[in-house]
């Protein structure tokens, strides 16, 4: 590796802290000294390779690799329910469970009252539970296909 030409030193440091009205205490910049010859060491290493200005510059990222295809025929979508679902232990662990395990727990749990003897999670969700003073259509083209 070569030697750059303006080596980052104390100095240095101390001189740029001046320039952008910032102060660093001798402990944070023996600390920092190590991070910025190496951010030199790379700003250099980036100059030594050959990039001609008929190259353009990267205006967008396409993470996709080379020769990549899309399927182009469409096929019908074919959903899979969770294999195993039970419920957890404690409520909060509901927050941390998929959509389709919601739905399954949803529907095994549709007629069974809860713990708390609010009316069963299906006439909840039909707007016939206690509290609920409307129906709630939402919900019921769902219940009624089972």
Request: hydrophobic share 40%; charged share 30%; net charge negative.
């Amino acid at each position: 590796m070569r030697t750059p030409l303006h080596p980052i030193t104390r100095e240095a440091v101390v001189q740029a802290e001046k320039l952008i009205g910032l102060d660093f205490s001798d402990a944070k910049i023996d600390q920092a000294l190590a991070g910025l010859k190496e951010q030199l060491d790379n700003f250099e290493s980036m100059r030594r390779f050959p990039l001609s200005n008929s190259v353009p510059p990267a205006m967008q990222f396409n993470p996709l690799p080379v020769g990549f295809k899309f399927e182009t025929q469409r096929r019908k979508f074919k959903g899979s329910s969770p294999a195993r679902v039970e419920l957890p232990a404690y409520r909060d662990d509901l927050a941390f469970c998929s959509v389709g395990e919601l739905a399954a727990l949803i529907e095994l749990f549709a007629d069974i009252e809860n713990s708390d003897g609010e009316a069963p999670v299906g006439e909840r969700m039909r707007g016939k539970g206690a509290g609920d003073a409307a129906a709630d259509d939402r919900y019921t083209h769902v219940l009624d296909s089972r």
